[in-house]
């Protein structure tokens, strides 16, 4: 291990003196307990880093894009020097395999370094320029300026799926210190190693480049209590978290009841419904039935992005069905991120099996292991289907729901949907022209509509849209993956009548950034 | 009149049979009542118009940009065809002058134009285009394209102050039409027979440009019950408001208490403080007061722009103070807007007389008739201002605050200020130069800075910011006056691996449209 792991919070540029236990990170399956015990930040030391992030914002935020991503890419360097220890850690905590912890360390870096380049080059404050027209009649039009700038400190929740792109340095926290927001962290029980571990990089790069203290902390004590009372503090200004619907409709009720309502964004669940016309099976049912089992078994299905939910033609797919009930049977059982997502995995899977009218296509005939999960399929017509709403809900893990009815029984479920991240749909380009209600309908459900793919794999790009209406996430005007997740922590300002000098770079008369503007 | 007044709802093309009544209007001061009277939507009309609201949204946000301008520009010369009707029953209900009303409907034609033109351009939707790349490894890329999509229905209520540019077909309601959503407009109690005329006017130009039924609704009952049945119904996706901070906040409470909470854009209070150093002083004591003076009195100081906080440099301005005395002194009250608005404006200076530490500079020497409200200035020490938080609360008519303090004080005490549609700035610029973080403070309080001039005069344009952190609005990041109002109404949409014929026209290869696109 690079730097030794000590179980306490980071306070600005401080490490914690609290002593109150919150648990050791545990290896799933076994059980075993890893050093060191985790101790929870005491609310004085909470109070301390938001009074920080407070001092810290005026001076963060006025720093040039260029100086803040001069941060986030020293961020990325520090964390690309430790990855030996995030892949030894990680996978002891997590359970993911070394391949997807270095994969993830890369879309980790990969993102504060897009995320950078978007600052450097300055474009994305949105500059608009109204010049003033004293000429005007009946009365002058004055000299007006807006640009987008930032909200303030933001709290960012770790997410058990994600120990590196969604967590510490993930992408909640790169979008806000893109944007100019210090940024407090709440770690996830289910990988404190991994949270320190990268919070030292942090630290390591927000000092080497100068960053003022505060501008970044990782507090250890969990949601419920730390978190609550970041969420709570006056100083925080916006949320990101990615998680359960519990969690996250819990921190938007407490975010509604404080005198100032702040925004969170919350990324909550999703059973990303896919919907496969005749003419897409007939383009082969088997090949179908295995691509669409590698998306439903990646990551042991623990994807916000898992196909949970297909809607099938009733009277058809019947190859699709028994390919997919042999794959399923022949599936390996998993290891599960934690003791906890394994349990709901079995409750939700086995309250689906009980649930009237559903049937168990096929699950995996090997045994499932301590903290593994397996494959599993069911099935149900659409009547029944939309009879239990609680078959809405998720199965987070390596399960899906087959809904069989006609095309048009199909299309007038859709709208009974909750809100999703993604839909997919399979058809042949006949029928997507002869179906532009059914596609129009998955949009008003959805924040990305794929065509002949499934939702899993979220390329962080500009054009990504990783959102969707509630309870997707808690606002579905965002994206909390790619470039415009820049937005979710800033607000609109206009200066009117200021002199040059005293306007920002972004708004002055010569444009010194040389950014594109409206103007 | 053009059409006679009926006093009953929209429910789409239809017209309430409503019984149940609701209210004439009122002429302020002598408390006539107008006819006709007005009845409430039934709850079951209530139902009626969003399902038609609901049937009208997938057929009117697929219609063209050009296509929903033609409508938008149909409104507004329907309007202007009404202007004399406008003006007659303007004068009577609201006590606004006529050169106030025909300058209000200007405003109001003026942002249908321009939204209409933004929509005809284009660009606003924000497409991003990522293009595939087969041949990337480890894995290939994705096509995958995005634009923003209109949210659905949106309910619109009226505002007491502006019976036409924040009524009927002001911003909210032409910024919502703009997006592709359809609106459900909740008229106000304070000018039902203006909504009535514009209402008429929206549904020939809906007719007349064949816009599906149920894309505009008016209805009557106030904000308290068929208000909040709207707010509550599932159809609706967000909510325009402006009005007051007890009503914006009730109808957050009742859009987060949903199973599916929505956005809520409510346009609340601000006192909008204005900063006066030294330096500006300087160039005149008694020309800024006049034209504070004819700021603070403008339309009887009914703006939610209003300067209702100055603060002064304790031991300067005396020659502004005594030519303000003299302004207010003799300034003449004038009627305000309905009487629940005059009682208010009476009971809040009187609060802030009794306050401890505050004492009445000013109070206009001519007695206030029935229903008029005349000028008053007040004011503390910024000691005993900090020490009183209902001093930062809103007196809405022409009085103000005046809190005087060093400069270092003053700066001391912005943070401590609630958000602000605006915050103000007189100064030299040397001051400017030697404040930047005064001038940085005030940013993070409001959503327009001003430098040497007074917050009202609201410009519509592109870069135009009406909005602030709370409570000056529900949601700081969105501004209701210019061409980024659209935003609010929208939510971003990725299309991935669509074959092109599949794709909206704004994400088409070959850019059919001819819009800026990020690619």
Chains 1, 2 share one sequence.
Not at 1 to 19: A, D, E, V
Not at 200 to 219: C, D, H, K, Y
Not at 237 to 243: E, I, L, N, R
Request: hydrophobic letters at 40%; glycine letters at 12%.
């Amino acid at each position: 291990m690079t730097t030794p792991l000590l179980g306490k919070s980071f306070i600005g540029y401080s490490r914690s003196s609290g002593i109150e236990p919150c648990g050791n990170g545990v290896q799933p399956g076994t059980g075993t307990q890893l050093e060191p015990a985790y101790c929870s930040a005491t609310p004085e030391e909470v109070g301390h880093a938001m009074a920080l992030a407070a001092a810290a914002f005026p001076v963060y935020s006025s720093l040039s894009g260029k100086t803040r991503a001069g941060f986030l890419r020293a961020i990325a360097t520090e964390i690309e020097g430790v990855v030996e220890d995030i892949v030894e850690r990680g996978q002891l905590e997590s359970a993911l395999p070394e391949a997807r912890l270095r994969g993830e360390t890369g879309r980790t870096t990969g993102q504060l370094r897009m995320f950078a380049s978007q600052i450097e080059e300055g474009s994305w404050v949105d500059a608009r320029i109204e010049r003033a027209d004293p000429d005007r009649k009946p009365i002058p039009k004055v000299d007006l300026r807006s640009m987008l700038r930032p909200l303030g400190p933001v709290a960012v929740f770790c997410a058990s799926n994600f120990p590196l792109a969604f967590s510490v340095a993930g992408g909640d926290s790169a979008s806000a210190l893109a944007a100019g927001c210090p940024v407090v962290v709440i770690a996830h029980a289910s990988h404190p190693g991994c949270a320190e571990i990268v919070a030292n990089a942090v630290i390591r790069a927000a000092r080497a480049t100068g960053m003022p203290e505060g501008v970044f902390s990782v507090l250890y004590g969990g949601g419920r209590k730390v978190g609550q009372a970041v969420v709570k503090h006056p100083v925080t200004q916006a949320v990101g978290f990615t998680g359960s619907r519990s969690g996250g409709t819990a921190l938007m009720a407490t975010a509604n009841s404080r005198s100032q309502p702040i925004p969170v964004y919350a990324e909550m669940s999703s059973v990303n419904p896919v919907v496969i016309l005749p003419g897409a099976l007939a383009r082969g049912e088997e090949a179908l039935a295995e691509a669409f089992f590698g998306s439903l078994t990646l990551g042991v299905g623990q994807f916000c992005t898992n196909p949970g939910l297909v809607f099938l033609p009733g009277d058809q797919g019947d190859a699709f069905l028994a390919k997919l009930k042999s794959l399923v049977e022949a599936g390996t059982p998993g290891m599960m991120l934690n003791a906890s997502i394994c349990k709901s995995y079995a409750d939700s899977t086995a309250a689906f099996a009980a649930t009237d009218g559903v049937t168990t296509l096929a699950r995996s005939a090997n045994e499932a292991g301590p903290g593994q999960g397996a494959p599993a399929v069911f099935v149900v017509s659409i009547g029944d289907f939309l009879k239990h709403e609680s078959l809405q809900g998720e199965m987070f893990g390596p399960a899906t729901l087959i809904v069989r009815g006609s095309v048009s029984e199909i299309e007038a479920a859709i709208p009974k949907l909750e809100g999703q991240l993604t839909a997919s749909i399979f058809a042949s380009p006949e029928e997507l022209a002869a179906q532009p209600s059914l596609v129009q309908a998955l949009q008003q459900r959805a924040g990305r509509l794929i065509c002949n793919g499934f939702p899993t794999g979220v390329e962080v790009c500009n054009s990504m849209v990783h959102g969707g209406p509630f309870p997707a996430t808690s606002d579905g005007r965002s994206t909390s993956v790619g470039t415009m997740a820049i937005f979710r922590f800033c607000r609109p300002v206009a200066w009117q009548s200021f002199p040059d000098a005293a306007l920002p770079a972004e708004l002055q008369e010569a444009n010194p950034l040389g950014i594109k503007r409206m103007e």
